[in-house]
């Protein structure tokens, strides 16, 4: 009887360690995650947004099933781990606790060691720590590779988006500047709205841009990034387009964006 008690402890406490096979994303940022390291079978659903085209792993999520991310949605599917980054309900852990399904919140690195745990830590709640560690190794040696190869004496550098914002201290475009050896010219904190005289008056010595090719914003006429003005100040300056994947949230994979800049900086 003892032995066999002990067995049923082993059993119970396994399958309250099993790794997820219903996990469900409710937002394209969180998609990034659960397709970098959940196995396909263990997907129930993405999000909408996990085919959009600064989706960075947009390719792997054809076929798979898609959510709008509603409460009534999701629980339907039967999730035993929902996966979110602003998706869902702002209180979604509480929301879903109540129905007896965890969530797991990634995302808003606002540096790469930051997102380097967030990465092992997904990972682990996925049940796929080998990949996550795997994934981490290669960032490691892309960091170390972009710190041997950094410029001298830090270029000044300015991330501009197509609707004229620009990043400051503590995001992880900041952080991408400076591992790509550069100098972020703007000190302030988080993201500003720049006037667009501002813009145009002092230029650095690299203009990144980010979001100036999308699709939604080639259409939109409003926008800072289509003034005559900007337009003519950035032909006259040196720039290098972003990856629309690569920046479109806040994770490991805006290593692509930093790789991007570096090479811009070694190439003046």
């Known amino acids: 009887m003892r032995w066999f008690i002990c067995a049923l402890a082993l059993v119970i406490a396994s399958a309250a360690h099993a790794e997820p ?26 999000s909408r947004g996990s085919r959009r085209d600064d989706s960075y792993y947009r390719e792997r999520a054809a076929g798979i099933r898609q959510t709008r991310g509603t409460l009534e949605e999701t629980l339907a599917l039967q999730p035993d781990l929902v996966v979110r980054n602003w998706g869902g309900p702002w209180d979604a852990e509480q929301v879903y606790a109540r129905f007896g399904v965890p ?50 004496n830090a270029p000044p550098v300015m991330y501009l988006s197509a609707a004229g914002a620009v990043a400051g201290s503590g995001t992880m475009m900041d952080a991408a500047i400076r591992a790509a050896g550069g100098r972020n010219v703007r000190t302030e904190a988080s ?9 145009i008056e002092t230029p650095p010595a690299l203009i990144a841009l980010g979001f100036f090719d999308h699709g939604r914003n080639r259409v939109n006429p409003w926008l800072p990034a289509r003034h005559p003005a900007l337009r003519r100040a950035l032909a006259d300056a040196r720039t290098v387009s972003l990856p629309l994947a690569a920046i479109s949230c806040e994770a490991w994979f805006a290593i692509d964006a930093a790789e991007r800049i570096n090479a811009a900086l070694r190439a003046s």
């Open 103 to 152: 969530v797991l919140q990634v995302g808003d690195a606002p540096d790469f060691a930051t997102a380097r745990a967030d990465l092992i830590d997904a990972a682990q709640a996925i049940g796929q720590p080998a990949r996550g560690r795997a994934i981490a190794h290669d960032l490691d040696l892309r960091l170390a590779r972009l710190a041997a190869n950094a410029p001298e």
């Open 191 to 199: 993201w500003v709205v720049l006037p667009l005289e501002r813009m």
């Open 21 to 46: 096979r219903r996990i469900v994303s409710l937002d394209y940022c969180a998609d990034q995650f659960v397709l970098a390291l959940a196995d396909r079978a263990q997907i129930a659903a993405l």
